[in-house]
């Protein structure tokens, strides 16, 4: 945990405008609705800086919309800094986990990267979290199922093993 006692969690995609905020978002409202607020501290990055600055892709926005997700971060690129910031990174796919082991300095900041992949348990023939910009509407709501299903796992398990409560 960090100095601040709240468990850090960075959520990375390619472009950080799709499938990283949307799972920033389905986990602070997880959070959110198990009154940890203050315990955890949720962001999200891209490996790429092609869209620093800008809003999540409108069509990921117009998808989590109805199913309670305000996606209004802005895109930022991963940077060294994260890997000291961030108790866990998620990468959602193999491309990511790749760059991430690939940026990380030191072993230690490598054991921090893991694969949004290995929380899904619903869809066990997903492994990772497909990237839906060149999808239809189908694949911006596979996404949140799949980040509903996932983020759900992964926030139980962290409070298991980090023994976090209200």
């Known amino acids: 945990m960090t100095e601040s006692g709240k468990y850090s969690i960075l959520f990375i995609c390619l472009g950080n405008i799709c499938r990283s905020p949307a799972a920033q978002a389905v986990m602070q409202a997880m959070v959110d609705e198990?009154?940890?607020t203050d315990r955890f501290d949720i962001d999200s990055a891209g490996i790429g800086g092609w869209h620093v600055g800008d809003l999540p892709d409108k069509r990921m926005r117009v998808h989590a919309r109805p199913r309670g997700y305000?996606?209004?971060h802005r895109a930022r690129r991963v940077s060294p800094a994260d890997f000291e910031d961030f108790d866990l990174i998620?990468?959602?796919d193999a491309g990511n986990i790749d760059d991430l082991r690939y940026m990380a300095a030191t072993p230690e900041q490598q054991d921090k990267v893991v694969m949004m992949g290995?929380?899904?348990r619903r869809y066990p023939h997903y492994d990772h979290v497909p990237d839906p910009y060149y999808e239809g509407s189908e694949g911006f709501e596979l996404v949140l199922d799949l980040l509903e299903d996932s983020c759900d796992n992964l926030l139980n398990?962290?409070?298991e093993q980090n023994n976090i409560s209200k």
């Open 157 to 159: 398990q962290i409070i």
């Open 70 to 72: 305000e996606l209004t």
């Open 118 to 120: 290995d929380y899904i």
């Open 90 to 92: 998620v990468g959602m």
């Open 34 to 36: 198990r009154g940890l």
